[in-house]
């Protein structure tokens, strides 16, 4: 299995944010192909691109056994949370590829996405 190259944690109030494995924030060219999900126009090839070269780690902090845990997010989990940013699409988030593009295109346009880039 490829290695994580960063982590995106999701909550299912629909927040995204992201750090590098170490916890610190995500730079140089990590940073700029982020970004590069953000540029206008079509952005699936540069969020496929994101995903495929890194393949993050996406996270959500769960109740585990009575104790708040930080896991990999299921698939219902990251639909939850597209649902949650973008309940006024049409587009059916039972897919997980939909959903972690839509999740990487997220945090690409958060409004400053080197402060959501940072230590989670």
């Keep these: 299995m490829k290695s994580h190259g960063f982590i995106i944690e999701i909550s299912l109030c629909g927040s995204v944010q992201c750090c590098t494995n170490d916890g ?6 990590l940073l700029s ?3 590069d999900c953000s540029k206008s126009g079509d ?3 540069a969020c ?9 780690d996406i996270r959500i ?5 009575g104790e708040y845990t930080n896991v990999q997010a299921s698939i219902e ?3 939850t949370v597209c649902e949650q940013i973008y309940f ?3 587009t059916d988030f039972k897919d997980e590829d939909s959903a972690n593009l839509y999740i990487m295109w997220e945090l690409a346009n958060s409004e ?3 402060s959501k880039c940072t230590g989670v």
Excluded: A, F, H, M
């Design 24 to 29: 610190d924030e995500i730079s140089g060219q």
């Design 33 to 35: 192909d982020v970004q």
């Design 43 to 45: 952005n699936e090839d």
């Design 48 to 56: 496929t691109y994101v995903l495929e070269k890194y393949n993050p």
């Design 61 to 65: 902090v769960r109740k585990v056994n």
């Design 77 to 79: 989990e990251k639909c």
């Design 88 to 90: 006024e699409s049409d």
């Design 112 to 114: 400053d996405i080197e």
